[in-house]
C-alpha cells in the first residue's frame, strides 16, 4: 500500500515538474535585443575618382561588395550573422578577380585586411555562444576598411608630383611660346 501511495505521488511530482517545464518561455539568444536591433554605421562610402572608377565598373565583385557595404549602414548583429558566410566569400572572390590595371601592393594589403575582417567575422559568427558586440564590432570595421581600399584605388591614379610639376612647365612653356608668337605676329603686322 505504501509503495502505491509512493508510486502516485511520483507520478503527481513528475506531472508537476513537466508542466512548469513548458509553462517557461524559452528565449532563444538570437530572438534577444542585442542580436535583433537595428544599429546605424556612420561610416560615408568615399567614392570613387573617374579614373579609378572607369576600372572598377568593370570589376564585378567590387561591384557587389561596393552595395553590400552601402547596405550595412542600418543593420543588426543578426544580418551580419546570416550574411557572414557571404561576405567571406565575397571577399576572397574580390581578392582572387582583382584587375591587372588596379594590382598593386597597396591595394592587395586593403584586401587582406579586408578578407581577413570577413573571414573573422565568420568565425565569430558561428561560435556556439555568440557575442553579439563583438560581432557588431567587426561589421562596423568592414566599411572602414572598404573606404581604405577606396583611398589606395583612387591613388594609383594620382600623379606624382613629379608628373604634375612637368606638366605644369609644359604647360607655362607652351602659353609663353603662345604670347611670344602673338607679340611677333603683331610687331610684323605693325611694321607693315
Request: glycine share 2%; hydrophobic share 40%.
Amino acid at each position: 500500500m505504501k509503495r502505491a501511495i509512493f508510486g502516485i505521488l511520483l507520478m503527481i511530482l513528475a506531472s508537476c515538474v513537466q508542466d512548469s517545464e513548458k509553462e517557461k518561455p524559452e528565449i532563444k539568444p538570437r530572438e534577444t535585443e542585442a542580436f535583433t536591433k537595428e544599429f546605424a554605421i556612420e561610416t560615408a562610402i568615399l567614392p570613387l575618382e573617374t579614373p579609378a572608377k572607369k576600372y572598377a565598373s568593370k570589376w564585378a565583385a567590387y561591384i557587389v561588395l561596393n552595395e553590400e557595404v552601402k547596405q550595412l549602414k542600418n543593420t543588426s548583429v543578426n544580418y551580419l550573422i546570416d550574411n557572414s558566410s557571404a561576405l567571406a566569400q565575397l571577399m576572397e572572390t574580390l581578392q582572387a578577380t582583382l584587375p591587372d590595371s588596379l594590382d598593386s601592393k597597396p591595394v592587395k594589403s586593403r584586401l587582406r585586411v579586408l578578407t581577413t575582417k570577413a573571414k573573422i567575422l565568420e568565425q565569430k559568427s558561428h561560435l556556439q555562444i555568440i557575442n553579439p558586440e563583438e560581432v557588431k564590432e567587426i561589421g562596423i570595421e568592414i566599411p572602414m576598411d572598404f573606404n581604405n581600399l577606396n583611398i589606395q584605388l583612387n591613388e594609383l591614379f594620382i600623379e606624382s608630383i613629379e608628373d604634375f610639376e612637368a606638366e605644369l612647365d609644359r604647360l607655362v612653356e607652351e602659353n609663353r611660346l603662345r604670347q611670344q608668337q602673338q607679340k611677333d605676329s603683331l610687331e610684323t603686322a605693325t611694321q607693315n
